[in-house]
């Protein structure tokens, strides 16, 4: 472990007003997103989808960092360059998912822990061979009925601190992603508590089994009302009930908070870090990124559609999106910028 180059990585992250692309969907959640839309769901598909993603012109303007999945990472561009020196090339920072995915937890009806510890140390030796410098795990917490149990949140936060441990003694730095899901009907107060919980536990493995927070970057839900709860804040009372949150539980050392988007559209999550920005940014300990992977590949995915004719619109969306979240982190998004051209670099 190089303390500095962790340190600098973890910085590198987060500076300025980029943010991370998570293009780690595992080939199950892939598959299914393509057949909603009616893609073949095939290794070749995944690949070319992938392509389209590290060639758009200028994505390197607002994004620092790409996770990959296993497969990603392994793969190549049709013209035989690998997408990590695709990547590398664009000003991109190549980072690997390794969990190896959210399993029931025994005992626990309803509640997930997440695999992948076995085999860590050379799984992790080998991605940092093939280039990659960070890595990501992501542990899932339900809420419902009497759930989170103490049970889930205790599993999880270990596996996430045992995982970042082993990330820093291989030179990469740990994105550690504690995700509390939007599904269900609670309300925010309720995401809010077990927001809480959660990383206050995941703080406090992390001290015990000695991670270096300057070295790592925290990826957590946003403080949302569930999906299906009747009410639903306005976007500056989730920002206000996000950033109390974090400020109660997440240690001043860590340099960069990147939120995932867990199915909030678009332009939510967007307008959410915005204001997230607009009203604390100047106040806060940590810098306040994204690493979205639905909040920016979504349109993209849908104009690609599985046909290579429509890459290039494909890649207007997915630079689009990528700088309106640059945007949000300096707090100047707005629902304005959603019909500007200003934003589509690619073959303009
Ligand atoms: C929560 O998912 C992460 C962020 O994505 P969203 O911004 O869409 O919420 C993401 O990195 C996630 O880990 C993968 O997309 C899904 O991974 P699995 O292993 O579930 O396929």
Known sequence: MNPQQLRDTATTLVAGDKGLLAMDESNPT?????????????????????????????????????????????QQKKDGTPFVKAIADMGIIPGIKVDTGAKDLAGHPGEKITEGLDGLRDRLAEYSQMGAR?????????????IPSRASIE???????????????????????????????????RCREATEEVLRTV?????????????????????????TCPKQETVDEVADAT??????????AVPGIAFLSGGQSAE??????????????????WALAFSFARAIQQPALEIWQG????????????????????AARRGEYSAAMENTPQFARPGA
């Open 30 to 74: 892939c598959n299914r997103r393509f057949a909603k839309l009616g893609i073949p769901q095939t290794e070749e598909m995944r690949r070319a989808y992938r392509e389209m993603i590290v060639t758009t012109p200028g994505l390197g303007e607002s994004i620092s960092g790409a996770i990959l999945f296993d497969e990603t990472i392994r």
């Open 155 to 189: 599993a999880n936060a270990q596996a996430l601190a045992r995982y970042a441990a082993l990330c820093q003694e291989a030179g990469l730095v740990p994105v550690v992603e504690p995700e509390v899901l939007m599904d269900g009907d609670h309300n925010l107060e």
């Open 134 to 146: 960070f890595a990501k795990w992501r542990a899932v917490i339900v809420v419902g009925d009497g």
């Open 268 to 285: 939510l999550a967007s307008a959410r870090l915005n204001a997230m920005n607009v009203r604390f940014k100047s106040r806060l300990p």
């Open 203 to 227: 703080f406090d493995q992390l001290y015990t089994q000695r991670v270096m927070l300057e070295g790592m970057i925290l990826k957590p839900n946003m403080v949302l009302p569930g999906l």
């Open 243 to 252: 950033v109390r949150c974090l400020l109660r539980s997440v240690p001043a």
């Open 307 to 326: 046909d290579d004719t429509h890459a290039l619109p494909a890649q207007r969306a997915l630079y689009h999106r990528a700088s309106c979240n640059r």
